[in-house]
């Protein structure tokens, strides 16, 4: 969950060390959930020959309990062709999450703080809620959320998702991706000033 963690397994890929680096960045992981996602991702990825990215979403995207458990970080390669035949490899590094409210993780951030600058409180401590018209299907990022802190009892309302989350392409809703680590000014909107 650290920047700096991030960056070095980001370097494993970027040295060309390995294709990918995958790992769990929830607080506790419970082998039991993870572990068929994990075996459906290894399937699809040396099995059936597909990408990365794909097989992460395919795996992991569509197990709700494994996502629910853990986000999942992934940093990988990919090589695409040039229009005179060169090489070119690319390293991306995102965070697979599960948006749920009910337990303090907004879009998948379980990151996010309260807005009061005196008060900072974890999103553990802060109740949300959907604000406004309920959206499903592919538009469901489109929802707006209301929290109340249960430190400062400060109440936002009509907050939209913010920009650089994008829905994961699931059959479920309420899978989402982002670049990871988070820049200041990403960290700034879920209301992290430190």
Not at 165 to 170: D, G, P, Q
Request: a positive charge; aromatic letters at 14%; glycine letters at 6%.
């Amino acid at each position: 969950r650290l920047e700096s963690s991030a960056n070095v397994l980001k370097r494993f890929v970027e040295s060309d060390i390995f294709d990918f680096v995958l790992t769990f960045a929830g607080v506790s992981t419970i082998d039991t959930i993870v572990v068929p996602a994990l075996n459906r991702f290894i399937e699809n990825v040396y099995v059936y020959d597909m990408e990365i990215w794909d097989a992460m979403e395919e795996s992991f995207g569509e197990d709700r309990h494994a996502l629910n458990q853990s986000p999942v970080f992934i940093s990988f390669a990919t090589i695409q062709s040039g229009p005179h035949g060169e090489r070119k490899r690319t390293v991306d590094t995102r965070l697979l999450a599960y948006n749920n409210l009910k337990d303090g993780r907004p879009w998948g951030l379980d990151i996010y703080r309260c807005w009061n600058v005196q008060c900072q409180a974890p999103a553990y401590n802060m109740i949300f809620h959907a604000h406004g018209k309920q959206y499903y299907g592919r538009q469901w990022v489109e929802t707006k959320v209301r929290y109340t802190c249960l430190q400062c009892r400060m109440t936002q309302k009509g907050i939209p998702c913010p920009s650089w989350v994008h829905a994961a392409r699931s059959q479920n809703y309420g899978r989402v991706w982002y670049q990871w680590p988070l820049s200041v000014a990403q960290r700034r909107e879920i209301g992290i000033i430190q």
